[in-house]
């Protein structure tokens, strides 16, 4: 299994309810078209918690996209890089409501 992990910070302006509709939107479309196995919810940041001790990170949310194999994982990315429709618009969508998003990749396979 491979994991994106998706930090960011929502632009002023923007509700946790909007964002949360369009990633459910893009998530769906990954889902349905087989380019990932799952797709969390958007995550509030607990910054009070004694578990968070990345202090130097202005993040206040977080979302993970979940592949079963790297090769589900590289098809979704040339979708993505390649702006295949009706996909580039749902992620459009997402990341005109997010700022500073920064992406981590994970691997478990052995």
Same mark, same amino acid.
């Given at each position: #299994?491979? /994991?994106?992990?998706?930090?960011?910070?929502?632009?002023?302006? =923007?509700?946790?309810?909007?964002?949360?509709?369009?990633?459910?939107?893009?998530?769906?479309?990954?889902?349905?078209?087989?380019?990932? %196995?799952?797709? *969390? =919810?958007?995550?509030?940041?607990? =910054?009070?918690?004694?578990?968070? %001790?990345?202090?130097?990170?202005?993040?206040?949310?977080? *979302? #993970?996209?979940?592949?079963?194999?790297?090769?589900?994982?590289?098809?979704? +990315?040339?979708?993505?890089?390649?702006?295949?429709?009706?996909?580039?618009?749902?992620?459009?969508?997402? #990341?005109?409501? /997010?700022?500073?998003? *920064?992406? =981590?990749? +994970?691997?478990?396979?052995?």
């Amino acid at each position: #299994m491979q /994991v994106l992990l998706n930090q960011f910070q929502l632009r002023p302006g =923007t509700n946790i309810e909007e964002l949360s509709r369009a990633w459910k939107n893009f998530a769906n479309y990954l889902i349905e078209h087989e380019l990932a %196995s799952r797709v *969390s =919810t958007v995550f509030d940041r607990l =910054t009070a918690s004694d578990f968070d %001790s990345d202090e130097g990170s202005l993040h206040t949310h977080c *979302s #993970m996209i979940f592949f079963k194999d790297a090769k589900q994982a590289a098809l979704a +990315w040339e979708a993505i890089e390649h702006d295949l429709e009706p996909l580039a618009f749902l992620h459009r969508e997402v #990341m005109r409501l /997010v700022k500073k998003p *920064s992406f =981590t990749f +994970w691997n478990n396979e052995e």
